[in-house]
C-alpha cells in the first residue's frame, strides 16, 4: 500500500543550528514533492516544491532535497531561529491516482533559544 | 486578499445532527479540496472538485457531501453526525493540479457528542 512517512517524534534543535526533517515514501511515483508548515490552530502554508528531476531546491533558509531512488526527501533550515518552531509537512502529487496531493503527517520541529 | 475562508471555526454537534460547512476562496482556483486533519494520521482527502460544477472522492469520502455549484464556493454537507467526524477540517484550493501549492484555510474545528 501507498505511504509516505515522516518522524512522527519532535525534534528539538538549538537556535542556530540546521534542522534537517525527512519525509520517506513508498509505492508512489510522485512527479512532485512539497514542503508545508503548519502553525497551531493554522492551516498548512506552502514552502517549497520540487519535481521529480530536480535534486535540490533552495529558498533563503530552507533546502529541499529529493532522492527519487531512495524514495525520500530531506527538508533543511539552516540557522534556525524560535520562530521556525512549528509543525513541517510533506506532501506528494502523483501522475496515476486522484488529481489531489497526499499529505505526510508532519515532524514537530522545536528551537530552543 | 482574503485567500481561502473558511466558516464557520467551531462547531458542536449532537449525533445525528446535520451540518454544512462552507469554503469560499477569491484567488480564481479551479481546484478546491476538503481535508480533515485527526492526531497522529496527517490530512485525509475527503472530496475534491476539479472545476464549478465537478466533485469527486477522496481517500476517505463516507458520511461527507460535498457541492461546487459556483467557482468560488465548496460546501461540505454531514448528514448525520457521528462521533467518528470530530476533526478539524481544511478547505484548500490551488490554480491547477500536479504542482500546484494548495492554499488552505484556517480550519473549522467540530466536535460531535
Known amino acids: 500500500s501507498q505511504k509516505i512517512e515522516q518522524n512522527s517524534e519532535a525534534l528539538n534543535i538549538q537556535e542556530g543550528k540546521t534542522a534537517t526533517l525527512t519525509c520517506n515514501y513508498t509505492n508512489y511515483s510522485p512527479a512532485y514533492l512539497q514542503w508545508y508548515r503548519q502553525d497551531p490552530g493554522r492551516g498548512p502554508v506552502f514552502l517549497l516544491l520540487?519535481?521529480?528531476?530536480?535534486k535540490e531546491k533552495r529558498k533563503e533558509r530552507l533546502k529541499v532535497t529529493f532522492d527519487t531512488t531512495l524514495k525520500q526527501s530531506l527538508f533543511h533550515i539552516t540557522a534556525s531561529q524560535p520562530a521556525d518552531s512549528a509543525t513541517y509537512l510533506c506532501?506528494?502529487?502523483?501522475?496515476?491516482?486522484?488529481?489531489?496531493?497526499?499529505f505526510g503527517s508532519g515532524t514537530r520541529l522545536q528551537v530552543q533559544p | 486578499n482574503a485567500g481561502v475562508t473558511q466558516t464557520p471555526k467551531f462547531r458542536v454537534l449532537k449525533t445525528g445532527q446535520s451540518m454544512t460547512l462552507l469554503c469560499a476562496q477569491d484567488?480564481?482556483?479551479?481546484?478546491m479540496y476538503w481535508y480533515r486533519q485527526d492526531p497522529g494520521m496527517g490530512l485525509r482527502l475527503i472530496h475534491y472538485s476539479v472545476g464549478e460544477g465537478t466533485t469527486a472522492k477522496g481517500e476517505v469520502p463516507d458520511g461527507y457531501n460535498v457541492s461546487r455549484l459556483k467557482k468560488q464556493n465548496f460546501l461540505l454537507g454531514l448528514e448525520s453526525a457521528a462521533p467518528s467526524q470530530t476533526s478539524v477540517y481544511f478547505c484548500?484550493?490551488?490554480?491547477?493540479?500536479?504542482?500546484?501549492?494548495?492554499?488552505f484555510g484556517n480550519g473549522t474545528r467540530l466536535t460531535v457528542t
Open positions: 520540487i519535481r521529480e528531476n530536480e
Open positions: 484567488m480564481n482556483h479551479e481546484y
Open positions: 506532501a506528494l502529487d502523483n501522475y496515476t491516482g486522484r488529481r489531489a496531493l497526499t
Open positions: 484548500a484550493s490551488s490554480f491547477g493540479p500536479l504542482g500546484s501549492p494548495l492554499h
